[in-house]
């Protein structure tokens, strides 16, 4: 598969704030992906970009535990070369996600009483080899039912009782507001009456098209698109909580988790790059065009929510979502906690992102 031609060849001089970079954080990054590696190749995007290609890195990433920045550096700089990627619409776009941390229940409560939902056993992936004809392309996910497979209860069917009586619930939160931001995230740690700490993540969804609250109310005229942040939406909700629902079921896509460990606390979950997300580190990406593990060295000038100062860093695409879409296009990992919260939720930054496109397929291709 030749490599885009969305991709135009740069220097290493060329990148922004390349040379004040902590090279060995995105190193660190890279080589959790680089363990994954030989276990389950990942899929090469529709861009070009040949995992296969990234054996030599990924197997001296293996070999060297903890290099020192400038050493992670040269590493970068001996393996890759730094290709722009040319942006849909002039400019690309990073957003930000986070793992909420939310007071939970094991079982039902007075004061607990959202559940978050296992996946159920009559969901089943749906493909074109199983697709009826008159169901809608889009739909990765179908219900099981003597008559065929049918569309799966969207949210608002789901929240009014569809799947009642099942016994799905993995744990129980407070507020609604809540659940439906871990699942705009797609991960929780749960705080538990116990003070254990538990972990959930995606497992699956109903596979609806996803709509954004943010949206919703910017177009009711209730918040100023520019104005649209994490942060303003739950104090929307919080000040008009008989409309929540109204607002919410219009999101018709609906998430289901699994339990998973939290075996190191300073590390996110486990994502769709099946290894786990590092804060400040790890990028989703539009994984139908882009290949997992690729580094992307991303220029947002206007950033400066991570650190104060403007974000130019090395990210490693670890994870992907519903929303990212196209060759230009990033959500950056934050974190755990609230911390991490106030940072993802007013991320919305125009950037220009630098694919790491290993050197082996640049010469390749030259030859």
């Known amino acids: 598969m030749p490599l885009s031609p969305l991709f135009s060849e740069k220097s290493f001089d060329d990148l922004p704030g390349w040379s004040g970079d902590d090279h060995a954080a995105a190193f660190a990054a890279f080589r959790r992906s680089a363990f994954h590696a030989p276990v389950k190749p990942y899929r090469t995007g529709s861009l070009g970009v040949d995992f296969n290609a990234f054996a030599e890195a990924y197997a001296e990433a293996r070999a060297v535990s903890a290099p020192d920045r400038s050493e992670a550096r040269s590493f ?15 400019s690309g776009l990073v957003t930000g996600f986070y793992e909420p941390e939310v ?163 300073s590390l996110g979950p486990i994502a769709a790059a099946k290894v786990p997300l590092t804060p400040g580190r790890s990028v989703a990406v539009d994984r139908l065009l882009h290949t997992f593990g690729t580094p992307f060295y991303i220029d947002a000038p206007t950033l400066t929510a991570f650190d104060e100062k403007p974000f130019r860093r090395l990210m490693i695409a670890q994870d992907t979502g519903s929303a990212i879409t196209g060759p230009a296009r990033g959500d950056l990992f934050a974190g755990s906690g609230d911390a991490a919260g106030e940072i993802a939720g007013v991320v919305r930054n125009a950037a220009d992102f630098y694919a790491l496109v290993p050197r082996l397929l640049i010469d390749g291709e030259r030859r």
């Open 76 to 90: 970068f700089e001996r393996h890759f070369v730094p290709m722009l990627v040319k942006a849909d619409n002039g």
């Open 103 to 265: 007071e939970a229940s094991p079982v039902r409560t007075d004061r607990f009483v959202v559940p978050l939902l296992s996946r159920p056993a009559d969901l089943i992936d749906i493909d074109d080899d199983n697709r009826p004809a008159a169901m809608d392309s889009y739909l990765a996910f179908a219900r099981r039912t003597d008559d065929g497979p049918v569309e799966y209860f969207d949210r608002g069917a789901i929240e009014r009782g569809a799947l009642a009586g099942k016994n799905l619930a993995i744990a129980w939160l407070a507020e609604k507001v809540d659940a439906f931001f871990i699942h705009v995230q797609g991960a929780a740690r749960l705080k538990m009456a116990d003070g254990s700490l538990r972990r959930v993540t995606y497992a699956a969804k109903s596979g609806q098209r996803f709509t954004g609250p943010g949206k919703i109310l910017s177009d009711l005229g209730e918040i100023p698109l520019e104005k649209v942040t994490m942060q303003s939406i739950r104090a929307w909700f919080k000040a008009h909580p008989d409309r929540v629902d109204a607002i919410l079921w219009q999101n018709r896509s609906y998430i289901f988790f699994r339990e998973a460990a939290v075996d190191d606390a």
